[in-house]
Protein backbone atom coordinates (compact mmCIF):
# COMPACT_ATOMS: atom_id res chain seq x y z
CA UNK A 1 0.00 0.00 0.00
CA UNK A 2 1.43 3.29 -0.81
CA UNK A 3 2.23 5.66 1.99
CA UNK A 4 -0.53 8.64 0.43
CA UNK A 5 -3.05 5.60 0.44
CA UNK A 6 -2.51 5.55 4.13
CA UNK A 7 -2.12 9.14 5.32
CA UNK A 8 -4.23 10.14 8.05
CA UNK A 9 -6.65 13.01 6.68
CA UNK A 10 -6.06 16.36 8.46
CA UNK A 11 -8.07 19.26 8.44
CA UNK A 12 -7.10 22.73 8.84
CA UNK A 13 -10.75 24.44 9.51
CA UNK A 14 -9.49 27.90 9.06
CA UNK A 15 -9.28 27.47 5.23
CA UNK A 16 -12.66 27.01 5.35
CA UNK A 17 -12.66 30.44 5.71
CA UNK A 18 -10.40 31.51 2.78
CA UNK A 19 -10.74 31.88 -0.69
CA UNK A 20 -13.20 29.91 -2.75
CA UNK A 21 -10.41 27.57 -3.92
CA UNK A 22 -9.13 26.56 -0.73
CA UNK A 23 -12.28 26.18 0.92
CA UNK A 24 -13.79 24.28 -2.03
CA UNK A 25 -10.35 21.52 -1.28
CA UNK A 26 -11.00 21.58 1.99
CA UNK A 27 -14.71 20.85 1.68
CA UNK A 28 -13.35 17.85 -0.64
CA UNK A 29 -10.99 16.80 2.00
CA UNK A 30 -13.77 16.36 4.66
CA UNK A 31 -15.98 14.78 2.24
CA UNK A 32 -13.39 12.77 1.30
CA UNK A 33 -12.29 11.27 4.72
CA UNK A 34 -16.15 11.29 5.55
CA UNK A 35 -16.98 8.34 2.65
CA UNK A 36 -13.42 6.70 3.26
CA UNK A 37 -12.50 6.88 6.56
CA UNK A 38 -15.04 7.67 9.03
CA UNK A 39 -12.08 9.85 10.54
CA UNK A 40 -10.87 12.97 10.05
CA UNK A 41 -8.16 15.34 12.48
CA UNK A 42 -8.68 18.95 12.85
CA UNK A 43 -6.79 21.81 13.61
CA UNK A 44 -7.28 25.68 14.13
CA UNK A 45 -10.81 24.34 14.80
CA UNK A 46 -11.48 27.52 16.85
CA UNK A 47 -11.20 26.11 20.54
CA UNK A 48 -7.95 27.97 22.57
CA UNK A 49 -5.12 26.65 23.08
CA UNK A 50 -5.11 28.02 26.63
CA UNK A 51 -8.60 25.65 27.05
CA UNK A 52 -7.11 22.40 25.80
CA UNK A 53 -3.83 22.84 27.80
CA UNK A 54 -5.84 23.50 30.83
CA UNK A 55 -8.39 20.98 29.98
CA UNK A 56 -5.63 18.28 29.75
CA UNK A 57 -3.56 19.63 33.24
CA UNK A 58 -6.63 19.14 34.95
CA UNK A 59 -7.77 15.65 33.95
CA UNK A 60 -4.10 14.31 33.97
CA UNK A 61 -4.06 15.76 38.05
CA UNK A 62 -7.52 14.38 38.45
CA UNK A 63 -6.48 10.62 37.27
CA UNK A 64 -3.68 10.89 39.73
CA UNK A 65 -5.39 11.95 42.61
CA UNK A 66 -8.83 10.22 42.27
CA UNK A 67 -8.52 7.52 39.80
CA UNK A 68 -5.14 6.17 39.48
CA UNK A 69 -5.23 3.63 42.89
CA UNK A 70 -9.01 2.65 42.29
CA UNK A 71 -8.21 1.47 38.78
CA UNK A 72 -5.28 -0.93 39.91
CA UNK A 73 -7.20 -2.38 42.78
CA UNK A 74 -10.29 -3.08 40.12
CA UNK A 75 -7.38 -4.67 38.09
CA UNK A 76 -6.30 -6.77 40.61
CA UNK A 77 -9.85 -7.94 41.41
CA UNK A 78 -10.91 -8.91 38.01
CA UNK A 79 -7.27 -10.28 36.46
CA UNK A 80 -9.33 -13.67 35.48
CA UNK A 81 -11.83 -11.80 33.34
CA UNK A 82 -9.36 -10.56 30.39
CA UNK A 83 -11.61 -11.76 27.83
CA UNK A 84 -14.66 -8.93 28.14
CA UNK A 85 -12.51 -6.27 30.21
CA UNK A 86 -11.25 -3.38 28.94
CA UNK A 87 -7.98 -1.90 30.33
CA UNK A 88 -9.42 1.49 30.74
CA UNK A 89 -10.60 3.23 33.55
CA UNK A 90 -13.06 6.20 32.96
CA UNK A 91 -16.28 8.29 34.26
CA UNK A 92 -19.33 10.38 31.84
CA UNK A 93 -19.96 13.73 32.06
CA UNK A 94 -23.68 14.20 30.69
CA UNK A 95 -24.17 18.19 28.98
CA UNK A 96 -27.40 17.73 27.51
CA UNK A 97 -30.31 17.67 27.64
CA UNK A 98 -29.04 18.27 31.04
CA UNK A 99 -26.17 18.42 33.22
CA UNK A 100 -24.77 16.29 35.29
CA UNK A 101 -21.73 17.47 36.42
CA UNK A 102 -22.29 19.02 39.94
CA UNK A 103 -23.16 15.18 40.64
CA UNK A 104 -19.55 13.50 39.77
CA UNK A 105 -17.99 13.07 42.95
CA UNK A 106 -14.23 14.10 43.36
CA UNK A 107 -14.29 16.47 40.22
CA UNK A 108 -12.62 20.12 42.02
CA UNK A 109 -14.69 23.13 41.55
CA UNK A 110 -12.09 25.03 38.57
CA UNK A 111 -12.23 21.31 37.18
CA UNK A 112 -16.03 21.40 36.58
CA UNK A 113 -16.09 25.02 35.40
CA UNK A 114 -13.29 24.68 32.41
CA UNK A 115 -15.00 20.93 31.71
CA UNK A 116 -18.65 23.30 31.07
CA UNK A 117 -16.84 25.46 28.93
CA UNK A 118 -15.30 23.09 27.01
CA UNK A 119 -18.26 21.52 26.62
CA UNK A 120 -20.24 24.70 25.07
CA UNK A 121 -17.43 25.02 22.86
CA UNK A 122 -17.34 21.74 21.33
CA UNK A 123 -21.03 21.76 21.16
CA UNK A 124 -20.51 24.77 18.72
CA UNK A 125 -18.12 22.87 17.27
CA UNK A 126 -19.85 19.35 16.64
CA UNK A 127 -22.71 21.72 15.09
CA UNK A 128 -20.61 23.79 12.57
CA UNK A 129 -19.21 20.70 11.24
CA UNK A 130 -23.06 18.99 11.05
CA UNK A 131 -23.55 21.79 9.08
CA UNK A 132 -20.15 21.29 6.72
CA UNK A 133 -21.96 17.70 6.37
CA UNK A 134 -25.35 19.19 5.69
CA UNK A 135 -23.44 21.51 2.87
CA UNK A 136 -21.27 18.47 0.96
CA UNK A 137 -24.56 16.15 1.05
CA UNK A 138 -26.43 18.50 -0.60
CA UNK A 139 -28.81 18.78 2.03
CA UNK A 140 -30.85 21.76 3.29
CA UNK A 141 -28.96 24.23 5.97
CA UNK A 142 -29.79 22.75 9.40
CA UNK A 143 -31.14 19.13 8.05
CA UNK A 144 -29.06 16.53 10.28
CA UNK A 145 -29.30 19.04 13.73
CA UNK A 146 -33.30 18.71 12.94
CA UNK A 147 -32.91 15.39 12.40
CA UNK A 148 -31.62 14.65 15.67
CA UNK A 149 -34.31 16.07 17.07
CA UNK A 150 -32.12 17.25 20.53
CA UNK A 151 -29.99 16.28 20.99
CA UNK A 152 -27.67 14.19 23.78
CA UNK A 153 -24.77 15.46 24.27
CA UNK A 154 -22.05 14.16 26.83
CA UNK A 155 -18.39 13.65 27.57
CA UNK A 156 -16.66 9.95 28.46
CA UNK A 157 -13.39 11.16 30.05
CA UNK A 158 -11.09 8.33 29.55
CA UNK A 159 -7.44 6.99 30.86
CA UNK A 160 -5.50 4.13 29.57
CA UNK A 161 -2.55 3.20 32.21
CA UNK A 162 0.35 1.45 31.34
CA UNK A 163 -0.22 -2.34 30.67
CA UNK A 164 2.18 -5.05 31.73
CA UNK A 165 0.79 -7.74 29.25
CA UNK A 166 -0.77 -5.69 26.25
CA UNK A 167 -0.74 -8.60 24.26
CA UNK A 168 -3.31 -10.05 26.51
CA UNK A 169 -5.98 -7.44 26.57
CA UNK A 170 -6.86 -4.16 24.63
CA UNK A 171 -7.48 -0.95 25.86
CA UNK A 172 -10.65 -0.39 24.37
CA UNK A 173 -12.31 -3.96 22.10
CA UNK A 174 -12.87 -3.08 18.49
CA UNK A 175 -16.31 -1.11 17.98
CA UNK A 176 -18.47 1.32 16.10
CA UNK A 177 -19.80 4.23 17.89
CA UNK A 178 -23.00 4.11 17.98
CA UNK A 179 -24.28 7.29 18.09
CA UNK A 180 -23.83 10.69 15.32
CA UNK A 181 -20.36 12.91 15.22
CA UNK A 182 -18.06 12.38 18.17
CA UNK A 183 -14.89 14.64 18.81
CA UNK A 184 -12.32 13.34 20.44
CA UNK A 185 -9.06 15.39 22.64
CA UNK A 186 -6.82 12.67 22.66
CA UNK A 187 -3.22 12.74 24.35
CA UNK A 188 -0.56 14.39 22.22
CA UNK A 189 2.20 12.37 23.57
CA UNK A 190 1.33 8.65 24.07
CA UNK A 191 -0.56 6.65 20.98
CA UNK A 192 -3.21 3.81 21.39
CA UNK A 193 -5.86 4.55 19.11
CA UNK A 194 -6.20 2.83 15.74
CA UNK A 195 -9.34 2.61 12.93
CA UNK A 196 -10.25 -0.45 10.85
CA UNK A 197 -9.26 0.43 6.89
CA UNK A 198 -8.80 -1.87 4.39
CA UNK A 199 -8.56 -4.75 6.48
CA UNK A 200 -5.57 -2.73 8.40
CA UNK A 201 -5.56 -1.38 11.49
CA UNK A 202 -4.03 2.37 11.25
CA UNK A 203 -2.69 4.30 13.85
CA UNK A 204 -4.54 7.90 14.38
CA UNK A 205 -1.49 10.03 15.31
CA UNK A 206 -1.23 11.97 18.11
CA UNK A 207 -1.37 15.81 16.98
CA UNK A 208 -1.17 18.88 19.42
CA UNK A 209 -4.24 20.91 19.68
CA UNK A 210 -6.31 19.31 17.55
CA UNK A 211 -9.26 17.19 18.11
CA UNK A 212 -10.36 13.81 16.15
CA UNK A 213 -13.79 13.60 14.18
CA UNK A 214 -15.47 10.37 13.42
CA UNK A 215 -18.73 9.48 12.88
CA UNK A 216 -21.30 7.03 14.71
CA UNK A 217 -23.45 4.65 13.36
CA UNK A 218 -26.23 7.03 13.00
CA UNK A 219 -25.18 9.43 10.77
CA UNK A 220 -24.21 6.13 8.37
CA UNK A 221 -27.96 5.65 8.38
CA UNK A 222 -29.27 9.28 8.02
CA UNK A 223 -26.40 9.94 4.97
CA UNK A 224 -27.68 6.20 3.53
CA UNK A 225 -24.22 4.91 3.67
CA UNK A 226 -22.32 8.00 2.01
CA UNK A 227 -20.46 8.41 5.14
CA UNK A 228 -19.24 5.77 7.56
CA UNK A 229 -19.05 4.78 11.09
CA UNK A 230 -15.78 2.52 11.26
CA UNK A 231 -14.29 -0.07 13.37
CA UNK A 232 -11.97 1.23 16.16
CA UNK A 233 -9.61 0.40 19.10
CA UNK A 234 -7.35 1.29 21.93
CA UNK A 235 -3.95 -0.69 22.03
CA UNK A 236 -2.43 -0.54 25.24
CA UNK A 237 0.72 0.56 26.46
CA UNK A 238 3.63 -0.64 28.08
CA UNK A 239 5.18 3.00 28.55
CA UNK A 240 2.55 5.64 29.56
CA UNK A 241 -0.88 6.25 30.19
CA UNK A 242 -2.84 7.88 27.54
CA UNK A 243 -5.66 10.16 27.99
CA UNK A 244 -8.86 10.49 25.89
CA UNK A 245 -11.73 12.85 26.05
CA UNK A 246 -14.61 11.79 23.68
CA UNK A 247 -17.60 13.85 23.52
CA UNK A 248 -20.88 12.26 21.61
CA UNK A 249 -23.13 14.75 19.96
CA UNK A 250 -25.82 12.18 19.58
CA UNK A 251 -29.57 12.02 18.32
CA UNK A 252 -32.24 13.31 21.52
CA UNK A 253 -33.80 9.85 22.59
CA UNK A 254 -37.13 10.33 20.74
CA UNK A 255 -35.23 10.75 17.68
CA UNK A 256 -36.83 9.05 14.60
CA UNK A 257 -33.94 7.69 12.28
CA UNK A 258 -34.10 7.18 8.77
CA UNK A 259 -32.01 7.64 5.54
CA UNK A 260 -32.53 11.75 4.22
CA UNK A 261 -35.23 11.07 1.52
CA UNK A 262 -33.13 13.10 -0.64
CA UNK A 263 -30.02 11.21 -0.69
CA UNK A 264 -32.33 7.97 -0.71
CA UNK A 265 -33.52 9.15 -4.32
CA UNK A 266 -30.14 9.98 -4.90
CA UNK A 267 -28.39 6.82 -4.25
CA UNK A 268 -31.62 4.75 -5.89
CA UNK A 269 -29.93 1.72 -7.86
CA UNK A 270 -26.56 3.15 -6.72
CA UNK A 271 -26.87 1.55 -3.30
CA UNK A 272 -28.11 -1.96 -2.88
CA UNK A 273 -27.60 -1.91 1.36
CA UNK A 274 -30.96 -0.35 2.77
CA UNK A 275 -30.85 0.73 6.13
CA UNK A 276 -32.90 0.56 9.06
CA UNK A 277 -35.72 3.12 10.50
CA UNK A 278 -35.83 3.21 14.37
CA UNK A 279 -35.96 5.17 17.05
CA UNK A 280 -32.85 6.05 18.58
CA UNK A 281 -33.45 5.11 22.00
CA UNK A 282 -34.42 1.79 20.45
CA UNK A 283 -30.90 1.30 19.09
CA UNK A 284 -29.23 1.89 21.69
CA UNK A 285 -30.94 -0.58 24.04
CA UNK A 286 -29.80 -2.98 21.43
CA UNK A 287 -26.21 -1.20 21.45
CA UNK A 288 -25.63 -1.80 24.99
CA UNK A 289 -25.62 -5.71 24.08
CA UNK A 290 -23.89 -5.41 21.38
CA UNK A 291 -21.51 -2.83 21.41
CA UNK A 292 -18.45 -5.03 20.49
CA UNK A 293 -19.97 -6.68 17.66
CA UNK A 294 -19.98 -5.55 13.82
CA UNK A 295 -22.60 -2.92 12.93
CA UNK A 296 -24.77 -4.56 10.56
CA UNK A 297 -26.16 -7.57 12.29
CA UNK A 298 -27.69 -4.57 14.42
CA UNK A 299 -29.25 -2.59 11.40
CA UNK A 300 -30.50 -6.09 10.59
CA UNK A 301 -32.54 -6.59 14.00
CA UNK A 302 -33.70 -2.79 13.58
CA UNK A 303 -34.99 -3.76 10.73
CA UNK A 304 -36.57 -7.20 11.98
CA UNK A 305 -37.47 -5.67 15.12
CA UNK A 306 -39.46 -2.44 13.27
CA UNK A 307 -41.37 -5.45 10.60
CA UNK A 308 -42.53 -7.11 13.53
CA UNK A 309 -43.62 -4.00 15.22
CA UNK A 310 -41.16 -4.39 18.55
CA UNK A 311 -38.18 -2.16 19.91
CA UNK A 312 -34.78 -3.51 20.79
CA UNK A 313 -36.30 -4.69 24.44
CA UNK A 314 -37.83 -7.42 23.21
CA UNK A 315 -34.98 -8.68 21.06
CA UNK A 316 -32.53 -8.91 24.57
CA UNK A 317 -34.86 -10.70 26.90
Aim: charged share 25%; aromatic share 10%; with cysteine.
Amino acid sequence: MEEEAIKFPVVNMQKLNGDAESRAETMSLINHACQHWGFFQIVNHGISTEVLDTVEKMTKEHYSNCMEERFKELMVAAHNQTNDLDWETSFYIRHLPQSNISQIPDLQHDYRKVMTEFAKQLEKLAEDILEIFCENLGLEKGYLKKAFKGPTFGTKVSNYPPCPNPHLIKGLRPHTDAGGVILLFQDDKVSGLQLLKDGNWIDVPPMHHSIVINLGDQLEVITNGRYKSVMHRVIAQTHATRMSIASFYNPGTDALIYPAPQLLQADNNKNTYTYPKFVFEDYMKLYVALKFHEKEPRFEAMKTMAARGSIATSYLN
